[in-house]
């Protein structure tokens, strides 16, 4: 893989190419954003082009460097994780024993610290020394999607490159290259993974859009009788991280109602292919009764992450949705009202 094949983030590969061109490359640097769109990617091709014994400013993906690195066994590229909650001290105290030698084959060190807000106080203090007393031959590259958990000292002394969600048609052609999926159902997975290419892939693992296309189908009605409302809840259940996945279907429909009764444009819809359905809701949902569902939702995601009774909390809230039809008619009736 080199720089030509990151999809969607052309502002941090420029910055990173023109670093390499003019061979002026920062010590540290910390590549941050979402997850799932691109981060480590990017900073395993930029130890790769670091590294690449053509020389220029991308990998070749071709000399015994490249494929050393894609292969995960080059000496002197060093990826660092978590294990458990944190990354440990002892394998911050490893690295810099390591980095007081020269590389053992490459032109430069590369450190790749993962999820680098899981340090914790001693292992970032001790991280700390060694950038302060950067070496010319290593490179450090922090990832991270919540910056915000770094210390200020660290923070200071990287050159941070943002990284941005991926627009949606961008992730759509990444799934047809990639993957050779049909484009209908890698549009579908371009909008629902939130700017997220790992989402996308993620979710093209598991069997989201059969899940989804289930969902959908029983709540497109806009109201459920008792009994439909116990077999959408038995469709949510599962561990939490299927619930979780099922409650962000829930709210990708109730962003659509709104998205569509305030624009009326069915290109922003997340779930464009219930475009039908979608405006034929919205025109006769109220504003507030479309708050109301998310707020629905977002107080069952509470619950299910306080370990509430997960079958019972499911029921309350989609009783709550839809066993009331007078939700999904508010507006219809004021407006006829006031005339």
Known sequence: MSFSSIYGQEGPVSVLISALEKKRVPHAFLFYGAEGIGKRTTALVFAKALNCEAGGADACDACPSCRKIDSGNHPDILVIRPE?????????????????FRPLEGQRRVVIIDDAERMNITSAN????TLEEPSPTNV????SSRPHLLPLTI?????????????RDVIAAFLEKELSL??????????????????????????YIALRDSILGRISKGALDPLGCLALAGELAGDREDIQEALDILKTWYRDLLVFKETGRAEA?????HAGDIGRLAGLTGVEAILRGIRT????????????????TLET?????????????????RGRAGR
């Open 297 to 312: 939702i977002q107080r069952a995601e509470a619950a299910i992450e306080r370990n509430v009774n997960k079958p019972l």
């Open 140 to 143: 450090f590259a922090l990832v």
């Open 84 to 100: 458990g909650q944190f990354i440990k001290v002892a394998d911050i105290k490893e690295l810099q024993e390591r980095m007081r």
């Open 182 to 207: 049909a484009p209908d159902k890698a549009i579908i997975l371009a909008s629902s993974s939130g700017g997220s290419i790992g989402r996308a892939m993620t979710l093209h693992k598991g069997d």
């Open 269 to 273: 819809l997340i779930n464009r292919d």
């Open 126 to 129: 001790s991280l700390l020394k």
């Open 155 to 167: 923070l200071s002394r990287c050159h941070r490159l943002r990284f941005n969600p991926v627009q």
């Open 317 to 333: 809230m989609v009783f709550t949705l839809f066993a009331n039809k007078a939700n999904f008619v508010e507006d219809s009736r």
